[in-house]
C-alpha cells in the first residue's frame, strides 16, 4: 500500500538533486496565488502524495488541514474528495485500518457526486488493498472488480492493466493460481500495447511466482529471468532486485545452493546500492538458509546476524507510528479550538456589518457609497492580515513538526541501542559461556598428553558444545523476528486459512475445533498458525488430495494438532525429519522449538495424518 504525510513548509528530505528541484516547484506553485486555485490546489495534493504520506504522515496530515481550508474557503468542491483520500491514506499509514476505510467511503460519496471517474478508481483501488491486508478477500476482489469496470468505461489502459493486477494478486494470496493467470495475462497485453514497459515486468514476475509454486518450474524459471534481464535493461533496479531474491529462494527449494547464493549475492549488493533496507534483510535471511544447507556454518551465522541488525524492530516501528498518532491528535485538537475561535469571530464581523448597514441604510446615496467603499477596504485588509495570520501559524507547526522529528528519531535511536545491548547480552552469557567452555576443551586436547578415548570423549564434547552455541544464536534470531500481534485469534486465522485454500486443485478442507473459546498466549497463537500454515501447504503442494480436516483441541495443559488428508500418501521412512523436503525439517523444528512432539501416519494411496502435541 502507497502512504503520505506531510508538513506545511519545506521539510529536509535525503532525495535526488532532480526530486528535490521538483519539490520546490511544487512548494512555490502553492504559494503562488496568481495561479489559478485549482492549479494551486493540485500542487498541493501532488507534493502531499509525492514526498510525505510514506515518510512522514503526520507533517501530511498538517499539510491536507492547509489544503482542506484552501478547498473550502475557495468553494472547489470536486477536490473536496482528495481531502478525505490523503486522510484515508494517512490512517492507513499509521495503523488505524478502520478510520482509514471511513474517509475513503467518504471520498468515494463525493466522487460519486461529481462523476469523478479518476478519483472513483483511485479510492476503490485503496479500499480493496487495505481489505487485502486484512485478509478480507472477498470485499478486496469486489473493489478491485468495480475499478477496473469503470477503467474500461472510460478507456483508460493504465488503470485496467492496474486493476487487473491487484485482482491478480488477490487470488494469487489465496492460492487459487488458475483464476490469477489470466488477469497477469491481460495486464501483460495491455501494458505491452501502451508501451508500459514497467507494469508488463511487475505482471510477468507474479505470473512467473505462480509458474513456480503452482509446478511449473521451467516455465517460471525462463520467464524469471527474462523478467531479470529487461529490468536490467531498462533501468528497473528494484524490480530485477525482487526477480533475484525469487530466484535465489527457488534455487534453494531445488537444493542448488551454489546457484542460491550466487543470485542472493547479486541481489544483496544491489540492494545496499539502492538503500532498499526491506530487500537487504531478505538477502541476508536468503543467502542464511544457503549457507547453512551447505553447511557452512561460519558463513551463515554472519548472515543471519546481518540479518537481525539490518532493519529497525517491530517495537520500533510501533513506536514510531504512536508518536504520529499523538501528534496528528495534538493537530486535531489545536485545529478544532481554531475553527471555534475563527467561527465565532466572523459572526462577531458579520453581526457588526449587518449593523452599520441598518444604521446608514436611509442616509444619503452619497454616504452608502462611501460606507460600502470603506468595508471593501476594510475586507481586502482582514484578507491581508489573515493571510499574514496564517503563514505565520505555518512557520509555528513547521517548528513543532521539526521538533517532534527530533524525539522521533531520539526515541529509535534509544530503542535499537536498546535492543543492540539486550543482544550483546544474550550473546556474552550464553553464547559467550558455552564457546569459553570450548575454548578450554580445545586447549585441553592441544596441551595435555591423554589416550585416544579421551581425545575422542574430548572431541565429542567440544562438538556438542559448538552445537548448542549455534542452536541458540538461531534461537535468538527467531525470538528477533517474531514481531507479529494476532488480531482475531488462532482459530479464527485457521478458520480463514482453511477457506482461502480450499478450491486448490478441487480440494476442500474444513476446521473441527473443541474447547478453543478463549484465546491463548499470542506469540504461541502465532506459531502454532504458521505450523498449520506449512501442513496445509503441504497438502496443497504434495498430496493431491480432495479433502482434507484440521483439527485443533484444547486439553487446558496442551493443545493437540491433527491435519489428515485423503490424498496419495507416502513412506514416513523415506522422508526424514533432516531432510528438506515437504518442509518437514521447517515443522519440526518449530515443534521442538515449542517443546512439543510430532507423529507422521502415512501409507501410499491412504492419505497422511500429522499429529502434533504442544504443551501449554
Not at 556454518?297 to 541488525?309: E, I, R
Request: aromatic share 8%.
Amino acid at each position: 500500500m502507497n502512504k503520505l504525510i506531510l508538513n506545511l513548509l519545506m521539510v529536509s528530505l535525503t532525495i535526488s538533486s532532480f526530486g528535490q528541484e521538483e519539490k520546490t516547484n511544487l512548494y512555490k506553485q502553492w504559494n503562488n496565488d496568481k495561479l489559478a486555485d485549482t492549479t494551486r490546489a493540485d500542487a498541493l495534493n501532488k507534493l502531499i502524495h509525492k514526498y510525505y504520506i510514506q515518510t512522514k504522515p503526520d507533517s501530511a496530515y498538517i499539510l491536507n488541514k492547509s489544503l482542506e481550508i484552501f478547498v473550502l474557503n475557495n468553494k472547489l468542491k470536486k477536490r473536496e474528495g482528495d481531502i478525505f483520500l490523503i486522510n484515508g491514506l494517512i490512517e492507513s499509514m499509521i495503523g488505524t485500518q478502520d478510520q482509514s476505510i471511513i474517509n475513503y467511503n467518504k471520498a468515494l460519496d463525493i466522487y460519486n457526486k461529481y462523476n469523478d471517474k479518476i478519483g472513483l478508481i483511485t479510492t476503490k483501488i485503496n479500499l480493496g488493498r487495505t481489505y487485502k491486508s486484512n485478509w478480507d478477500i472477498e470485499t478486496a476482489l469486489e473493489y478491485f472488480e468495480s475499478s477496473l469496470e469503470i477503467s474500461k468505461s472510460i478507456k483508460d489502459s493504465i488503470q485496467i492493466s492496474t486493476s487487473l493486477t491487484n485482482i491478480g494478486n488477490a487470488y494469487f494470496m489465496v492460492y487459487k493460481f488458475q483464476k490469477a493467470i489470466p488477469y497477469f495475462e491481460k495486464s501483460i497485453s495491455i501494458s505491452d500495447k501502451i508501451g508500459d514497459k514497467r507494469g508488463s515486468l511487475i505482471s510477468k514476475g507474479n505470473l512467473a511466482n505462480i509458474f513456480l509454486k503452482s509446478k511449473k518450474v521451467d516455465e517460471g524459471l525462463e520467464l524469471i529471468t527474462n523478467v531479470i534481464s529487461e529490468a536490467e535493461n531498462e533501468g528497473f533496479i528494484d524490480i530485477k532486485i525482487t526477480g533475484l531474491q525469487i530466484l535465489a529462494g527457488q534455487y534453494i527449494t531445488f537444493k542448488d545452493y551454489k546457484r542460491a547464493i550466487k543470485y542472493g549475492n547479486e541481489c544483496l549488493e544491489l540492494a545496499l546500492e539502492e538503500n532498499d533496507k526491506i530487500s537487504e534483510k531478505n538477502c541476508y535471511m536468503l543467502l542464511y538458509k544457503a549457507y547453512e544447507n551447505l553447511g557452512d556454518y561460519k558463513m551463515a551465522n554472519s548472515y543471519l546476524l546481518k540479518n537481525m541488525t539490518s532493519f529497525e524492530s517491530y517495537e520500533d516501528i510501533k513506536a514510531r507510528q504512536k508518536l504520529q498518532r499523538l501528534e496528528i491528535s495534538r493537530v486535531r485538537s489545536e485545529d478544532s479550538l481554531i475553527n471555534v475561535a475563527n467561527t465565532y469571530k466572523r459572526e462577531l464581523t458579520y453581526q457588526k456589518e449587518k449593523t452599520n448597514l441598518t444604521l446608514f441604510w436611509g442616509v444619503l446615496l452619497t454616504a452608502i457609497s462611501l460606507i460600502g467603499f470603506l468595508i471593501y477596504k476594510n475586507i481586502k485588509r482582514k484578507h491581508r492580515k489573515a493571510e499574514h495570520e496564517r503563514q505565520k501559524e505555518i512557520d509555528e507547526k513547521e517548528k513543532i513538526l521539526k521538533n517532534l522529528e527530533l524525539s522521533t528519531i531520539d526515541a529509535m535511536i534509544r530503542g535499537q541501542e536498546k535492543e543492540r545491548q539486550k543482544l550483546a547480552s544474550d550473546l556474552h552469557d550464553s553464547v559467550g559461556a558455552t564457546l569459553s567452555a570450548a575454548k578450554l576443551q580445545f586447549e585441553h586436547l592441544i596441551k595435555d598428553e591423554i589416550d585416544a578415548k579421551m581425545r575422542e570423549e574430548l572431541i565429542k564434547k567440544t562438538s556438542t558444545l559448538l552445537e548448542d552455541a549455534y542452536v541458540e544464536i538461531r534461537s535468538m534470531a527467531h525470538l528477533k523476528n517474531s514481531g507479529v500481534i494476532a488480531k482475531n485469534g488462532l482459530l479464527p486465522a485457521v478458520i480463514k486459512l482453511a477457506e482461502n485454500a480450499s478450491g486448490a486443485n478441487s480440494l476442500k478442507f474444513e476446521v473441527q475445533s473443541h474447547g478453543l473459546e478463549e484465546r491463548i498466549d499470542n506469540s504461541l497463537e502465532i506459531s502454532i498458525f504458521r505450523i498449520i500454515q506449512e501442513l496445509v501447504t503441504n497438502v496443497i503442494k504434495h498430496a493431491n488430495a480432495t479433502k482434507g480436516i484440521i483439527h485443533l483441541t484444547n486439553h487446558e495443559e496442551s493443545i493437540n494438532i491433527m491435519v489428515e488428508d485423503n490424498g496419495k500418501g507416502f513412506n514416513p521412512n523415506q522422508v526424514t525429519k533432516t531432510k528438506a523436503g515437504m518442509g518437514i525439517s521447517s515443522i519440526d523444528k518449530r515443534v521442538e522449538h515449542l517443546d512439543g512432539k510430532m507423529t507422521i501416519e502415512s501409507e501410499k494411496l491412504k492419505g497422511t495424518t500429522v499429529i502434533i502435541d504442544i504443551p501449554l
